[in-house]
C-alpha cells in the first residue's frame, strides 16, 4: 500500500512538472512560428520593394531623364508625325503625337505600387504626366495649323495624294511644320535647301516638297523663314514649361529617395513568384 502511494505521489509529480512545463513548450513553439512568418513576411515585402525599384521607379527615372526634362527643356521636339497605315483622304490631315515611352514598366507592380504602397507620389506623378499632355496638345494644335498654312500657301498637293518618285508636284507640309516648330524651340537642325535641279525642298537629304517650276518653291521657303523666325508660341509657352521642367526635377528627387528607401509602406498582397 505504501509503495503504491509512493508510485502515485511520483506520477503526480511527474504530472505537475508536465503541465508546469506545457505552457512553455507551448509559447517555445508559437515564438518559433512566430520568428518563422515574421522571416517570410519581412522576405516577401524586401522582394516586393526590390521589384518595385527595378520595373517601376527605375522605367519612371529613365522616362523622366531620356523624355520629359529633355522635352521640356527645349532639347526635343513637342511633336512628331505618327505613321498612317491607310491613304489619307482628300482634305485629311495626318496626325500629329505625343511620342512617349516608359521602357520596360511593369504595369502590374505600377498599379500596385500606386494604389497601395505609394498613392501620394503616384498621384503628383499622374498629374504631372497630365500637365505634359496638355502642354504638347498646344504644340499639336499649333503644329497643325502651320501643317495648313504650309499646304494653303504652297498650293502644292500634298505628297500623300502624289508619287514622291513621279514628276507630280507635292509637298509635305508635316514634315515642314515640325521644321518650324523645331526651328522656334532653337532644337539643332540641318536648314532647308534647293535641290539640284532648283525644283525642289530638302531638309537633311531628304525631299520635302517637288515643282514643275521654281515659284512654288521659293514661295514656300520663304514662308518657312517667316514662320521659323515666330517667337510667339514659344514665348507664349515658356513659364507653363519651365515650372513642369521643376516638377520634373521634383519628381526625380523623389524617385531617388524611394530607390534607396528600405521600407515598403501599405499593405503587401501581391506575391510575385
Not at 97 to 125: M, Q, S, V
Not at 233 to 256: C, F, G, I, N, Q
Request: net charge positive.
Amino acid at each position: 500500500m505504501l509503495e503504491w502511494l509512493r508510485e502515485l505521489g511520483w506520477f503526480q509529480r511527474v504530472g505537475s512538472a508536465i503541465v508546469a512545463i506545457l505552457p512553455i513548450l507551448a509559447a517555445a513553439s508559437l515564438g518559433a512560428l512566430l520568428a518563422t512568418w515574421l522571416q517570410e513576411w519581412r522576405r516577401v515585402r524586401r522582394e516586393h520593394l526590390a521589384a518595385i525599384k527595378a520595373e517601376v521607379f527605375r522605367p519612371l527615372r529613365k522616362e523622366l531623364e531620356g523624355f520629359y526634362l529633355p522635352l521640356l527643356s527645349g532639347k526635343l521636339g513637342p511633336v512628331t508625325i505618327a505613321p498612317v497605315a491607310a491613304p489619307v483622304r482628300e482634305g485629311a490631315e495626318r496626325p500629329v503625337t505625343l511620342f512617349t515611352n516608359a521602357g520596360e514598366l511593369d504595369l502590374l507592380l505600377y498599379t500596385d505600387a500606386k494604389c497601395r504602397h505609394y498613392i501620394r507620389f503616384f498621384r503628383r506623378w499622374e498629374l504631372f504626366r497630365s500637365e505634359v499632355d496638355a502642354y504638347t496638345r498646344q504644340w499639336v494644335s499649333y503644329a497643325e495649323q502651320v501643317s495648313r498654312t504650309i499646304k494653303e500657301q504652297s498650293g502644292l498637293l500634298l505628297m500623300t495624294e502624289a508619287d514622291p518618285l513621279s514628276s507630280a508636284e507635292w509637298i509635305d507640309p508635316d514634315g515642314l511644320a515640325l521644321f518650324v516648330v523645331n526651328g522656334q524651340l532653337g532644337i539643332a537642325q540641318r536648314p532647308p535647301c534647293l535641290g539640284p535641279d532648283g525644283r525642289s525642298i530638302e531638309i537633311g537629304g531628304v525631299t520635302m516638297a517637288h515643282a514643275a517650276a521654281e515659284g512654288p518653291i521659293e514661295r514656300s521657303l520663304k514662308l518657312l523663314g517667316v514662320l521659323a523666325d515666330k517667337r510667339e508660341t514659344p514665348e507664349e509657352l515658356r513659364p507653363h514649361a519651365e515650372s513642369l521642367r521643376h516638377l520634373a526635377k521634383y519628381l526625380l528627387r523623389e524617385l531617388d529617395r524611394l530607390r534607396v528607401s528600405s521600407k515598403l509602406p501599405g499593405g503587401c498582397r501581391l506575391v510575385r513568384l
